[in-house]
Every structure is written in C-alpha cells, then in structure tokens.
C-alpha cells in the first residue's frame, strides 16, 4: 500500500503542476511533510515510535499513539481490541525499560507520576510501581525478561506485523486500487508466461523426440520425395551410369512406393530398375546384395512434411546428386559410434538391412544413440534458447537484472551502461555514457525503474531509467573516490555503497598480476533515498578496509559484505552494527551472497574457493569446494603476439536458481551450472550454457515460476540469455 501511495502522491503532484494549481501543491507538500501516518509506511511510523522513546518524550509518544488510535485502530472490530492494548501496554514498558538502561531515572520516575491515575486500576501495571525502587531490574525475576535483547525484537516485530496486516486490509479509495490491478495484471502475465514456456517446452521434448525417430540426413528427406518423372529419368539412365556412386546412393534409400504404379513387385534382379536397390553399407563402403527370392520391402520411415521438390530437369538433378554423394561421404568420414543394444531398433527403423548380425552404424543411429543418452540423463533444466546481446564494445564488468525481471542493466570498462529488455524481444531501452569512469551499478527495489550508478571520482547517480535522466547525484567521500560495490535496501529507502581509496588497479588491466599486497582503505556507508543524505558510517573492525560486495537478505535486515582483508562481515541493519565478522578467505573476498533459506552465506575468494558459511555460528564452515581459476578470476583473455588482458571480478560471480538448488558460475566459454549437493559429495555440473567465446566474468539469474533467464557477460562484450525451463521430479 505505501507504494501505491507514493505513486500516486507523485501523480498528484504532476496533475497539479499540469494544471498550474501551485498554491495547491504547496498545502499538499505541506501536508505530505506533517503526514503523522508517514505514507503509511509501517517502518517510518516505527522510527517515529523510537525516536520519541529515544529523546524521553512520553507527551510525545502518547499523542502519536493517541492519533494513531483515533485514526486507525478505533475502526477495527471489538475483537482487535485486547491487542491493541497490548501493545500500547509493551510500548510503555518498552520505554520505560530504555530509560533505565540509560540511567535516566528521572524519566523513570516522571512516567509514573504522570501515568499513576491511569495505570493504578490495572493489573498488569500492579508489579512495575516497585520498578524505580530496585536497584537492579535487569536481574530481578520479574523484569529479567523484558531487559533482554529478544523480548525488544519481538515486541518491535509484532508491531510492524500488526501494522502491515492493518493496511493491508484497510479499504482503499478507487485513485489506490490500481495497484492491486496492476498486481492482478502482473501474476495474470506471469502465468500466461509459464503456460507459453511450458508449451515451448513440451515442443523442445517432442521435437527431441520426432529427432531419436526419424533423423535424416537432408539428402534422405529429398530422396523420400523423388517424383515418379524423376525415377523414370534415373531408370533411364541406369545403363550409361552403372560405375557411377550416384546408382547405388539412389537404390539405397528409393522406397518402393515410389515407382510407377504399373510396375508391380518383382524379385531382386528380375529388371533393371529392380536391380538397382541393392543396399549399400554405409560402415565399408561395399555393395550389399538382397537374395534372389526375398522382395523388396517397404521402408517403414515416416515422410518428413514439408520439403519442397526441386525441377526435375537433368541439369538441377545432377546437381542435387553431386551435392547428396558430397554430404554422404563427409557424413561417413566422421568417427561412428557402435551400439550393439540398440540393434533392433536400429532394424526397425532401417528396415533395408537385411543382415541381422552387422552392426548399423549409419548416420541416423548415431543420432539416436546421442539423443538417447542425453535422455537417460537426469537434466534439471532443458535450455531452451539462447539469445545474445552485443552493443557493447568492451569488457563487460556489471550485469544485472531488475526486481520485476523485466529490465537488464549492463556496464563496461568503457563506463558506457546499456538498460536494455528481453521480453518479448531484446531492445535496447536507454544508453548512459558517462565522463568520469563507472565502477558499479544497482537496480533499486522501489521503484525498479531507478537505477544506482557508482563511479571512479567519489559520487553516486540515481537514475530514472523510463524517463532516461539523472534524478540526483550525491557526492559520497573525496578520500575514497572509488565507489566498488552498491547494495539497495528491499525496503527501498536506502541503499548502501562502499567506497575505497585510489590504487593503481583498476576493473581492466594488462599487468600479469592485478592486485596489491595490502588491503586498501575504505569505508562503508548508508544513504537515505528520501532525503538524499548520508545517515551514518559503518564501523569496520579491525581498521578501515575496502568492502568489494554487499549482499542484503529478503527484508533487508540483514547486511553481509565481502572485503579485500579477507573479512566477512554480517551487520544488524536494525541496530545498525556489525554482529559478526571472521577470516573467510586467503586474499580478497570477491563475491558474497546468502543462501535460499538465509541461514548460511556463500562466498568466493581469491583463493579459488566457494565457501558456505553458518550465520548462527561465526566463521563455521558449512561446506568448501574448489572452483577453477575462470570461474573465480582473475579473467585472463590472450591475444595475438603475446596480449593478454586481466580483469579483476567486479560484478555477480554466482547466482542462484529460484529453490537454492543450483548455482550458476562463470567459465572460459560460457555460464556453468552446478547442483549443490549436501555433504561431502560436493558441486555436480549438470548444464554447461557455453555459447562465448571470450571468458564470462559476471552472472546474473532470474527465476519466474519454473522458467529462469540466465545472463552470462564476457570479456568480450557480448552477454548471452539463456532461457531455461526446469524439470519437476
């Protein structure tokens, strides 16, 4: 709901400004800024709840809470009423539990003085008068419980939950019910999706199938549809041409049905044309003779539909047949495969070898025998196409989709970003060059269309990607220019960056070894969206140090970060401090992101290892693999006399699938992906997505239902989207 609010205040605005009624935007700006139910944004009302308790201000507390009642609560039903008071009850004592922690025994006693004639009749309230007289609560069996830590989360918890359901269900006026249109329009697009990526991939399997059964090659189809004029004229030159490969290519695959239909079956032999169906072994190259007295059967292969017969003059034949004899031989020449348990299908669909007790090794078999074992093979996802995006020019570094999955923003060491869409086609939306140079990017949660930008001279631009202009640009820290990694809160009122100081390495270089013995300096700092202003700075223990990747969990509660000292960090973003840190790899931390069920993280060093760690137990590992080096860099791309280019990682080294299943990491020719398998049987390779030719350096990958896009970025600029469909077991 607050969203749609937003939404629309901003479409107000632009009416009012269209219609010139200045006096009537400034009263409305005037009243969105008194607002007291803030948007109706449930962790905006919380902070206002917070900040009065944290400036002592129970005159304050009361009248919001007051409002907060008259407006809202006082409309629930009589049933919603015990929890109402239950929590009005645990936000006094929550008060009054923060004034003795900080020893403000004055406020402590002043609440009671003023709350006596109201409090004194409830039982509830009958224990805590003693409160200011003992002289440590925190220890007392009574209050023990409401000092700790667990009972403040869940007090504070319970009532952003009240809230949110609260707005969820108020009525909404007809100018706000076109969120949930939109809404509605969304999941209705979303199953049209999955039903159109499902059809497309029982027509992949079908088409997979009508290939295990009827795979030809294309001089086969062409001679299934000789015409009764074309057999005549090969008839007719028979015997002029009886040394020539063409006869026996021709009589190998004929069918019978084709022929003239006054001539009736004979014997083998009993006549020229007859004579010409000898079968011919495609293994050696000799001349198969039928016997005398078994007739020549019908071939039981299924016309391929659809192929268009060419003119039969003699000219355009002779070509053609020039043309089969040269695919035939380059089609024998290649090493052939031998399938002894598949001979009796190979009999059936080749029902011209009349030998029970050779081996077919023909083209069509070995087709099938490959179908066969990719079938037998349990494939989680069947690729369904792969697309390639090539407007960039240069080195990709950052390559990202948006929340809704709709909206790919690329960016390359050229400091040139493409947003570009795939769906239903790819088209190019908007073209951000940039002066200074462009070291990261992300997509913001709310609204998606916005997207962060963080350079090399120390600021950070918020784009409008729809209306293709810069919104604002902060300037983040003259000291630490280099912004390397951006992370939007899912709340989508603020984002964090970090940002380091100069070294001589850069995203791209051509030095054999990129990068410095020490850690570089850095900070870590959160940003408000909504007033475009710093709100505080992270501390990093041991000392300030570069952080290289940030990665929020689905609320956005919890931050974790990669640094180049080696360090993971996990902050409290409600607290705003860090909870714990530990020694995660040798060298720099390049890639970090939490798990499916965000109980464990998963990180990627310089060291070359994939690690996933336990939060609930700091610097516990939970499993390790080995990756090589393409899949972890630094990306090495060699050229001609002796040019190599190395790239340091920068962006998304792995991404995972919508169930946290698999994971998708970079290689030398394309995105490789692996089943994360418990114990110690560690990372399967299930599908290699291949298609570049130049080592991928980041990845993204987004899940819809059971449909995923896979991106892949390289070296060389192109980015290839995979579309998979995932198999149910």
């Keep these: 709901m607050a969203s749609a609010v937003e939404r629309t205040d901003d479409l107000v605005r632009e009416y009012l400004l269209y219609r010139g009624f200045t006096s009537t935007l400034k009263h409305l700006d005037n009243e969105i800024k008194a607002d007291k139910e803030k948007g109706f944004r449930v962790d905006k009302i919380i902070e206002q709840l917070q900040l009065f308790i944290q400036n002592f201000d129970l005159v304050g507390l009361k009248d919001y809470w007051g409002y907060l009642d008259r407006r809202l609560f006082s409309r629930l039903e009589d049933i919603y009423r015990p929890t109402v008071n239950k929590l009005r009850t645990s936000l006094f004592r929550y008060y009054l539990v923060y004034t003795v922690q900080m020893k403000n025994f004055e406020k402590t006693q002043e609440f009671f003085q003023k709350q006596a004639s109201e409090l004194q009749g409830q039982s509830e309230w009958r224990e805590w008068f003693i409160l200011p007289f003992i002289p440590s609560p925190e220890q007392n069996q009574v209050?023990?419980?409401?000092?700790?830590?667990?009972?403040?989360?869940?007090?504070?918890?319970?009532?952003?939950?009240?809230?949110?359901?609260?707005?969820?269900?108020?009525?909404?006026?007809?100018?706000?019910?076109?969120?949930?249109?939109?809404?509605?329009?969304?999941?209705?697009?979303?199953?049209?999706?999955?039903?159109?990526f499902a059809l497309q991939g029982d027509l992949h399997q079908?088409?997979?199938?009508?290939?295990?059964?009827?795979?030809?090659?294309?001089?086969?189809?062409?001679m299934d549809r000789l015409g009764d004029t074309e057999l005549d004229l090969v008839s007719s030159q028979r015997p002029a041409n009886l040394a020539t490969p063409t006869r026996n290519f021709f009589s190998t695959f004929l069918p019978q049905g084709k022929r003239a239909p006054a001539k009736m079956p004979q014997a083998a032999g009993s006549s020229p044309t007859q004579s010409s169906m000898g079968r011919k072994d495609t293994t050696t190259n000799h001349v198969v003779k039928t016997k005398d007295s078994a007739p020549i059967r019908e071939p039981k292969m299924a016309p391929v539909v659809g192929v268009t017969v060419e003119s039969s003059t003699g000219v355009s034949r002779h070509k053609r047949q020039q043309d089969h004899e040269?695919?035939?031989?380059?089609?024998?020449?290649?090493?052939?495969?031998?399938?002894?348990?598949?001979?009796?299908?190979?009999?059936?669909?080749?029902?011209?070898?009349?030998?029970?007790?050779?081996?077919?090794?023909?083209?069509?078999?070995?087709a099938r025998v490959t179908s066969d074992i990719g079938v037998g093979m349990e494939q989680p996802f069947i690729k369904l196409s792969q697309e390639e995006y090539g407007e960039h020019h240069s080195s990709i570094m950052h390559c990202r989709v948006d929340s809704s999955g709709r909206r790919v923003a690329s960016l390359d060491v050229d400091g040139v970003i493409k947003v570009w869409s795939f769906n239903p086609m790819m088209q190019t939306k908007a073209t951000i060059m940039s002066k200074s140079p462009l070291l990261s990017l992300e997509w913001a949660t709310k609204p998606d269309r916005l997207l962060l930008?963080?350079?090399?001279?120390?600021?950070?631009?918020?784009?409008?990607?729809?209306?293709?202009?810069?919104?604002?640009?902060?300037?983040?820290?003259?000291?630490?220019?280099?912004?390397?990694?951006?992370?939007?809160?899912?709340?989508?009122?603020?984002?964090?960056?970090?940002?380091?100081?100069?070294?001589?390495?850069?995203?791209?270089v051509s030095e054999a070894v990129p990068r410095v013995v020490l850690p570089v300096s850095g900070k870590l700092l959160l940003w408000d969206t909504k007033t475009i202003k710093q709100q505080l700075q992270f501390s990093l223990e041991p000392g300030p140090v570069a952080i290289n990747c940030t990665a929020f969990n689905h609320n956005g509660n919890l931050l974790v970060t990669g640094?180049?000292?080696?360090?993971?960090?996990?902050?409290?973003?409600?607290?705003?401090?860090?909870?714990?840190?530990?020694?995660?790899?040798?060298?720099?931390?390049?890639?970090?992101?939490?798990?499916?069920?965000?109980?464990?993280?998963?990180?990627?060093g310089q060291d070359g290892k994939f690690i996933q760690w336990n939060i609930h137990r700091s610097g516990v590992k939970q499993s390790e693999y080995s990756l090589p080096q393409d899949a972890t860099g630094p990306f090495v791309l060699s050229g001609y006399s002796g040019y190599k280019q190395v790239q340091v990682p920068r962006g998304r080294l792995?991404?995972?699938?919508?169930?946290?299943?698999?994971?998708?990491?970079?290689?030398?020719?394309?995105?490789?992906?692996?089943?994360?398998?418990?114990?110690?049987?560690?990372?399967?390779?299930?599908?290699?997505?291949?298609?570049?030719?130049?080592?991928?350096?980041?990845?993204?990958?987004?899940?819809?239902?059971?449909?995923?896009?896979?991106?892949?970025?390289?070296?060389?600029?192109k980015i290839k989207l995979s579309t998979l469909l995932a198999q149910k077991s």
């Design 563 to 604: 640094a180049a000292d080696g360090m993971i960090r996990l902050f409290d973003m409600q607290r705003y401090e860090s909870a714990m840190s530990w020694k995660g790899h040798d060298g720099e931390v390049y890639s970090v992101e939490f798990s499916y069920d965000e109980n464990t993280v998963f990180s990627i």
């Design 654 to 717: 792995f991404a995972f699938d919508s169930e946290g299943h698999h994971v998708l990491t970079c290689s030398n020719n394309g995105g490789l992906i692996y089943r994360l398998n418990k114990g110690e049987s560690g990372l399967e390779s299930v599908l290699p997505l291949g298609g570049h030719k130049a080592p991928v350096v980041t990845v993204d990958w987004c899940s819809a239902v059971d449909c995923g896009t896979c991106l892949t970025a390289s070296m060389d600029g």
């Design 206 to 222: 079908k088409k997979g199938e009508e290939i295990i059964h009827h795979r030809l090659p294309a001089y086969v189809q062409h």
């Design 326 to 366: 040269k695919e035939r031989k380059e089609l024998l020449s290649k090493p052939t495969q031998q399938n002894v348990e598949r001979k009796g299908e190979s009999s059936d669909s080749e029902p011209h070898a009349d030998v029970a007790g050779e081996p077919t090794d023909s083209p069509t078999n070995q």
């Design 143 to 196: 209050f023990a419980s409401y000092f700790s830590r667990q009972w403040a989360d869940t007090f504070l918890v319970s009532l952003h939950n009240f809230l949110s359901v609260l707005f969820q269900c108020m009525p909404l006026p007809v100018l706000l019910s076109f969120d949930a249109e939109i809404t509605c329009l969304q999941e209705e697009n979303d199953q049209l999706r999955q039903i159109v």
């Design 453 to 508: 930008l963080g350079s090399g001279v120390g600021t950070v631009r918020l784009y409008d990607t729809d209306a293709k202009k810069n919104l604002y640009e902060m300037a983040i820290d003259e000291a630490h220019p280099r912004i390397l990694s951006l992370a939007y809160s899912p709340s989508g009122t603020s984002f964090v960056c970090s940002a380091a100081a100069h070294v001589a390495r850069t995203g791209s």
